[in-house]
């Protein structure tokens, strides 16, 4: 079973600052890719950002400049963080971690989600 568990969000003023980060474990033969999306009201899911394990980043226009996304493994656990900086009232949104993972080897990658976890900018 694969768990892919959130921590940080909340509330901030516009200008402030924010942490995320997701663990993943659980029955994890390889990662390819973890990352960041998020999901305002009456909008499509989009992504914020994403790292391979290699390091390789992706950033949503949206974001770019303002949030670093950033991967380490430690005793055996995935974990990727999301530093978000700058944050506007649009940023606000459910924000979810996300897996591209197989769990046995030669298995075909799926995604996997986390719960969710909400960011609110606001004065």
């Known amino acids: 079973q694969v768990r892919l568990v959130e921590s940080g969000g909340g509330l901030v003023l516009p200008g402030g600052s924010l942490s995320l980060s997701c663990a993943a474990s659980g029955s994890i033969f390889s990662i390819n890719v973890m990352g960041w999306y998020r999901q305002a009201p009456g909008m499509q899911r989009e992504l914020v950002a994403s790292i391979t394990t290699s390091g390789r980043t992706t950033y949503g226009d949206s974001v770019k400049g303002r949030i670093t996304i950033s991967i380490s493994r430690e005793n055996g656990k995935n974990t990727v963080y999301l530093q978000m900086n700058s944050l506007k009232p649009e940023d606000t949104a459910v924000y979810y971690c996300?897996?591209?993972?197989?769990?046995?080897?030669?298995?075909?990658?799926?995604?996997?989600w986390g719960q969710g976890t909400q960011v609110t900018v606001s004065s």
């Open positions: 996300n897996a591209n993972l197989a769990v046995v080897a030669g298995a075909r990658s799926f995604d996997y």
